[in-house]
């Protein structure tokens, strides 16, 4: 438990090159590394890959047939960390989140670029985060749970 | 309407006779009357925009001390959270010197709190809380914005777009969270040291993720308490459709433990023990991660027949033509996610969110508030499904005639 708790830890920061709008990285050795802490499945036209975190939190990295990450789901006790989540979509994000604010249990953010819808409270949060323009033919936005 | 829209909150500004400034009034000036009177386990709640002209959001005064002394302060504007565990304050509103927590590997104890639209970081201290007659001593609490420890460790800061750590960004002068299970983050953080959770800092820029004991944990303050303290009552009347400028109603501490907090007639609704969340059949769907908050200022859940806003000041909230009249079923939910119980069923209304804020611009009640919501199975009952209901929290492993939490009843 503890070990795998380690490699979790560390392999986290390498697996977060597989970041929205960025090329899927080596998820295959990372997912044998992991010990089956990653879940792959092919759905046809796109993969999903699952990672447990060390909190407890799955997230969920979906990838067209071109390898590029095109949305990233999670659900969970912690909110991943999402400056590695969004790479470089996060200073939009932050921005956008300042100019429209309801209350500390939804975040629904959506530009020409990109979308992240989150909600839950304490102990419980789940998202995703999509770039609309990069949504293979056929995938609709209810499979990115 | 300025925790829904800064710009809109902004013409609120303008037109209202005060803005700013104050904390939450308790007496408000809507037509809500005179409140219950309160007795030693009844504090006043109030629903009136508080310090930050927030929207269907629950305040009430607290007292903190510093522990073991008669070095108290009274502090309004602090939000009422069945969504989260322990109280929260904004450090520029607090003026006692209030001791920090020592962290189990040296250093003191520093807190990172990811809500999903910011992040709250500050350390943990030690308060005396004394709220209605209730009395809870040395309870840890998290200090926000404090400017001892202004570094925010950057698995923090990536928790989240922005920092919440004054009372304009967070909407409050802190916040009270007496939701269902105890501490805010529980057993994960006694055993394994989470990214942006909690922290030792050796010197106020350096710091580490850190395990923290549930002792040590931010903490629901209800469980102080000598005798009230397996759970909470919010009971706020009925208010009309077309809303009010200020609502006024109470929290009752403690349930089946004095004649004014007994449970007659509600449904108790086990709520799953690792998330909280109960279930809603909703429109012939069962949504399995549904959860009751009075920390959500709407109610949100999808309902692809109910138009919503063009406003881009609205996304995501409803915009129906007239006034729509729903209803559901909520149920309790296993540790498995599948619903238990019969569950008793809620009828609710959505209404206009752009035309109520230009109709009633002052209104900071909005009963009809509702938006659409992440996901396919979740249904948040917001603080509208408080009004005009009397809804009980069960405290996990706290024993009620009406069974052991965490529960919720209504």
Known sequence: M????????????????????????????????????????????????????????????????????????????????????????????????????????????????????????????????????????????GDLT | ????????????????????????????????????TPSSNVVSVVVNGGPADSVNTLFTTITVCVPGSNTCQTIDGIQIDTGSYGLRLLASVVTLSLPVSAASGGGSLLECTPFLDGYSWGPVALVDLQVSGETASSVPVQLIGDSRFPTVPSDCSSSAPVAEDTVASFGANGILGIGPFVQDCGSTCVTTAIPAAYYSCITESTCTNTTVALASQVQNPVTFFSVDNNGSIISLPNVASGG??????????????????????????????????????????????????????????????????????????????GTDSLSATLQGQNAD??????????????????????????????????????????????LPFFYGRKIATGIQGYTTSAGTGPYVAF
Not at chain 1, 73 to 101: C, E, V
Not at chain 2, 1 to 19: F, Y
């Open chain 1, 2 to 141: 503890l070990s795998s708790t380690v490699a979790l830890a560390a392999l986290w920061p390498c697996l977060a090159s597989a970041t929205l709008g960025e090329p899927e990285s080596s998820v295959q050795t990372d997912s044998e590394r992991l010990q089956g802490s990653i879940k792959d499945s092919d759905r046809g036209n796109y993969r999903v890959h699952e990672i447990k975190l060390p909190s407890g939190t799955l997230v969920r990295e979906y990838s067209g047939l071109d390898g590029q990450v095109f949305a990233v789901a999670w659900n969970g006790p912690f909110i991943p960390d999402m400056r590695q989540t969004l790479g470089s979509y996060f200073a939009s994000y932050a921005a956008a989140a300042k100019s429209k604010h309801a209350d500390h249990r939804h975040l629904q953010i959506e530009l020409s670029d990109l979308v992240v819808q989150a909600s839950g409270h304490m102990r419980a949060w789940s998202g995703r985060a999509y770039l609309p323009q990069a949504i293979p033919a056929g995938v609709t936005i």
């Open chain 2, 337 to 382: 996610g599948t619903a238990t119980g019969t569950g008793a069923s809620a009828s609710f209304s959505v209404t206009n969110a752009e035309t109520v804020s230009q109709v009633s611009p002052d209104f900071t009640v909005l009963p009809g508030l509702a938006g659409t919501i992440t996901g396919s199975g979740t249904f948040d009952w917001g």
């Open chain 2, 1 to 36: 309407m300025k925790r829904v829209l800064r710009g809109a909150g902004l013409l609120i500004c303008l037109s209202a006779i005060s803005c700013g400034g104050g904390g939450g009034s308790l007496t408000g000036s809507g037509p809500s009357g005179t409140g219950p």
């Open chain 2, 244 to 321: 009010a400028a200020s609502l006024t109603g109470s929290l009752i501490f403690g349930i089946d433990t004095q004649s004014n907090n007994q449970l007659s007639g509600q449904t108790v609704l086990a709520v799953d023990p690792d998330s909280g969340f109960i279930t809603t059949v909703f429109s012939g769907q069962t949504l399995s991660s549904s959860f009751i908050d009075s920390g959500s200022n709407g109610i949100y859940f999808n309902d692809s027949n109910i138009a919503t806003c063009t406003d881009s000041g609205f996304t995501g909230f409803y915009c129906p033509a």
